[in-house]
């Protein structure tokens, strides 16, 4: 099921999608109208594309299954996972009265961990970079990555390393 919030209202809580099949990590495009989304309606995992708010237009947008869809900031192509989380994908796409979407095409190859429920793995920084969170079966230089580094108080050392007065 895929459905919609008011921030301001929460209580106008609606359905935008709901079906026997499988569907989540709705993602909304940038210029407001397009949402892409995982369904499970062709019998495995694939990355859909539909006009938003009203819905309709379907596309399919992944060929060879596809999870955690993502637009770019400026809204010219949608990235999502393989369903293994080996590699991510990405589509270029015009918007306007109709979408059209390009062949999917491998960026990288990657670990990434994969999640039935809860958030995306990854996200796209401002400057184009991608953040991702790295399956623990990972391997770095040939071995599983042993260890990971948390920093707490990071706003505080900060402060304490840059001074504003």
Not at 3 to 12: F, L, Q, T, W
Not at 39 to 50: A, H, L, P, T
Not at 54 to 82: C, K, M, V, Y
Request: charged share 20%.
């Amino acid at each position: 099921m895929i459905g919609r919030v008011a921030i301001e209202r929460p209580s106008d809580a609606n359905v935008l999608l709901k079906s026997a099949f499988c569907n989540g990590f709705a993602a909304v495009s940038p210029d407001g109208r397009w949402m892409a989304y995982r369904s499970s309606m062709s019998g495995r995992d694939e990355i859909y594309v539909e006009r938003y708010p009203e819905l309709g237009n379907r596309q399919q947008i992944s060929t060879g299954g596809g999870a955690f869809p993502l637009w770019s900031h400026d809204g010219r192509e949608l990235f999502f996972g393989s369903p293994d989380g080996r590699q991510m994908l990405a589509v270029t796409i015009q918007s306007g009265p109709r979408l059209i979407a390009g062949r999917p095409r491998v960026l990288f190859e990657l670990a990434m961990l994969v999640q039935a429920f809860g958030n995306r793995p990854y996200d796209i920084a401002p400057d184009g970079r991608f953040l991702i969170i790295r399956s623990a079966e990972a391997e770095t230089e040939g071995t599983p990555a042993s260890n990971l580094i948390l920093v707490q108080n990071w706003f505080e050392e900060l402060k304490r390393l840059v001074p504003t007065n």
